[in-house]
């Protein structure tokens, strides 16, 4: 082999040999960067909304986790990550609701209060001696049905104020007590307000009584002051007054 054909061979080793150096750097290379490519894993445990940013280097060690849009924080496997923003909404979100409850509980004890009848009302407001009367007189069923009424229910020490012996002579004379009741009670519903702007009703017994308003703004009826007014009942309304009427 001549001079000339070594030289040729060695400049076709030689450019072999570059070839092979170059696509052994260059697959090094796509190695590199294929291991250093950065992953997004979701962060057990945490919110969905959260996720956790690893870094893996090519020889498969792990970075450090960072939560996106917050500092560097460490999380306990299992616990709720709290978004900034939204404990406040959540807190929000349930004082309404126990607002709104509150409120739904109050009307249903309202309605409650307003389905009894005149005489349970007025029995649940201390009138006890008028109820246990009416009972006795036979008008629960009256007061019951129908309406509306304005009753002026005598206070349990008004009845005992009596003249001694009275009480005990209308118990045993319920023509008379029914009387005497029905005195007290009004077809309508007249309101403390109402009052003021009257001057006479007229009683489901027949007779008058008379309506009229002190210089202190104290409600008389008759001879009794209502001492405690507008107590409502389902079918009507109640005034407390401090005195028994009686019939001419």
Same mark, same amino acid.
């Given at each position: 082999m001549g001079g000339k054909d070594i030289r040729k061979s060695g400049t076709l080793v030689v450019l072999l040999l570059a070839i092979v150096f170059i696509?052994?750097?260059?697959?090094?290379?796509?190695?590199?960067?294929?291991?250093?490519?950065?992953?997004?894993t979701p962060v057990e445990g945490a919110t969905p909304s959260v996720t956790e940013q690893v870094t893996e280097?090519?020889?498969?060690?792990?970075?450090?986790?960072?939560?996106?849009?917050?500092?560097?924080?460490?999380?306990?496997?299992?616990?709720?990550?709290?978004?900034p923003g939204e404990e406040n909404s959540s807190q929000g979100t349930l004082d309404k609701e126990n607002s709104g409850q509150g409120n739904e509980t109050s009307s249903e004890n309202q309605a409650l209060d307003n389905n009894q009848t005149i005489v349970q009302t007025a029995e649940g407001a201390?009138?006890?001696?008028?109820?246990?009367?009416?009972?006795?007189?036979?008008?629960?069923?009256?007061?019951?049905?129908?309406?509306?009424?304005t009753v002026f229910a005598p206070t349990d020490i008004a009845f005992e104020s009596l003249p001694e012996g009275m009480l005990d002579d209308l118990r045993n004379?319920?023509?008379?007590?029914?009387?005497?009741?029905?005195?007290?009670?009004?077809n309508g519903e007249y309101r403390a307000a109402d009052l003021k702007n009257i001057n006479s009703l007229v009683s489901l &017994?027949?007779?008058?009584? /008379?309506? =009229?308003?002190?210089?202190? $703004?104290?409600?008389m009826v008759g001879d009794a002051t209502?001492? &405690?007014?507008?107590?409502? /009942?389902? =079918?009507?309304?109640?005034? $407390?007054?401090?005195?028994?009427?009686?019939?001419?």
């Open positions: 696509s052994g750097c260059a697959e090094n290379a796509q190695e590199n960067k294929t291991g250093s490519e950065e992953r997004v280097s090519a020889g498969g060690n792990t970075g450090e986790g960072l939560l996106s849009g917050q500092e560097e924080t460490s999380l306990d496997e299992g616990k709720e990550v709290i978004i201390g009138y006890t001696t008028f109820a246990s009367l009416a009972r006795d007189a036979g008008l629960e069923d009256t007061l019951n049905e129908g309406g509306p009424y004379d319920k023509e008379r007590l029914n009387r005497v009741l029905t005195y007290h009670v009004i &017994e027949t007779e008058k009584l /008379a309506v =009229n308003t002190t210089t202190d $703004g104290a409600i209502v001492i &405690e007014p507008d107590i409502v /009942a389902g =079918n009507g309304v109640i005034h $407390g007054i401090d005195k028994v009427l009686i019939p001419l």
